[in-house]
T-cell receptor, first 114, second 112 residues
Framework: AQSVTQLDSQVPVFEEAPVELRCNYSSSVSVYLFWYVQYPNQGLQLLLKYLSGSTLVESINGFEAEFNKSQTSFHLRKPSVHISDTAEYFCAVSAPWGTYKYIFGTGTRLKVLA | DAGVTQSPTHLIKTRGQQVTLRCSPKSGHDTVSWYQQALGQGPQFIFQYYEEEERQRGNFPDRFSGHQFPNYSSELNVNALLLGDSALYLC???????????FGEGSRLTVL
């Protein structure tokens, strides 16, 4: 079975500052890893994913995450945030086979301050 | 290419009633999963349908049931509604042999 821990429930950061949202997972098998973003009253939008290959994955809007197998982490980073990045961010893990059931973390609310 | 569509977007029910939520998967997808997201929480897996069968189920009571139709669309039914069933219900579709889920906007259920 897999589990996900997002240690920070809320992260306030000033505009144009860097940010890191932490995600740690637990699994006895290899995993797929995902970051989703959720804006108020909306569904989940895929931000980026790690399925295999390069451990550093990037999104089109400047976010990146690095899969670290030894530390069982998949932290999300952005070098310079914008007001529009204010949202809830969810980390998720699934086994790379079977039904691919996603296990989500409890989310981190990123609040970008002017 | 239409993504995952869900209906209704919002609905209000009273305790004891029954509700049906609907989902149309992304074009070409054959698998539908349902998740419940309570306020301030991450989504939790309810169940997954493939080839019109429930393939896996999360830790939800039998009051939660579903169906998948030959066109791959799906319904989630909840009977005997409780206040605690108030949540955003998310539908996600995928190909059966891949691990990427595509989520709809959700149906927000309020139980009074």
């Amino acid at each position: 079975a897999q589990s996900v821990t997002q240690l920070d429930s809320q992260v306030p950061v000033f505009e144009e500052a860097p940010v890191e949202l932490r995600c740690n997972y637990s699994s006895s098998v290899s995993v797929y890893l995902f970051w989703y973003v959720q804006y108020p009253n909306q569904g989940l939008q895929l931000l980026l994913k790690y399925l295999s290959g390069s451990t550093l994955v990037e999104s089109i809007n400047g976010f990146e995450a690095e899969f670290n197998k030894s530390q069982t982490s998949f932290h999300l980073r952005k070098p310079s945030v914008h007001i529009s990045d204010t949202a809830e961010y969810f980390c998720a893990v699934s086994a790379p086979w079977g039904t691919y059931k996603y296990i989500f973390g409890t989310g981190t609310r990123l609040k970008v301050l002017a | 290419d239409a993504g995952v569509t869900q209906s209704p977007t919002h609905l209000i029910k009273t305790r004891g009633q029954q509700v049906t939520l609907r989902c149309s998967p992304k074009s070409g997808h054959d698998t539908v999963s349902w998740y419940q997201q309570a306020l301030g929480q991450g989504p939790q897996f309810i169940f997954q349908y493939y080839e019109e069968e429930e393939r896996q189920r999360g830790n939800f009571p039998d009051r939660f049931s579903g169906h998948q139709f030959p066109n791959y669309s799906s319904e989630l039914n909840v009977n005997a509604l409780l206040l605690g069933d108030s949540a955003l219900y998310l539908c996600a579709s995928s190909f059966s042999n891949t691990g990427e889920l595509f989520f709809g906007e959700g149906s927000r259920l309020t139980v009074l």
